[in-house]
């Protein structure tokens, strides 16, 4: 079994930074690829960006270029730095950790998410 929790979030002026944190325990952080998705009232779930297990990031167009997302694997955690934060930034976020095994996919976890509150 594994956990994600996630941490870091809060209230933010536009144009601010937040750094996120998302640690990870029991077999969440081996050969698994993990992500950053967000959420607001009403609408679905969108993927903000990943990190594979060596560390090769891709980002969702809408934060390309002020979010940055990384892990420490010896420390089972993975953050996301985010800068020039907007109002539309605003949301529940979430990590996720899909583990594989074999080629498949094995388990997959979800955090309980923190509010990032930007505000104008």
């Known amino acids: 079994q594994g956990q994600l929790v996630e941490s870091g979030g809060g209230l933010v002026q536009a144009g601010g930074s937040l750094r996120l944190s998302c640690a990870a325990s029991?077999?969440?952080?081996?050969?698994?690829?993990m992500e950053w998705y967000r959420q607001t009232p009403g609408k679905q779930r969108d993927w903000v960006a990943s990190v594979g297990s060596g560390g090769t990031a891709t980002y969702a167009d809408s934060v390309k270029g002020r979010f940055a997302v990384s892990r420490d694997n010896t420390k089972k955690t993975m953050y996301l730095q985010m800068n020039s934060l907007k109002p539309e930034d605003t949301a529940v976020y979430y990590c996720?950790?899909?583990?594989?095994?074999?080629?498949?996919?094995?388990?997959?976890?979800w955090g309980q998410g923190t509010q990032v509150t930007v505000s104008s």
């Open positions: 029991g077999r969440t952080l081996s050969n698994n690829v």
């Open positions: 996720k950790a899909t583990v594989y095994l074999l080629g498949g996919v094995q388990s997959i976890y």
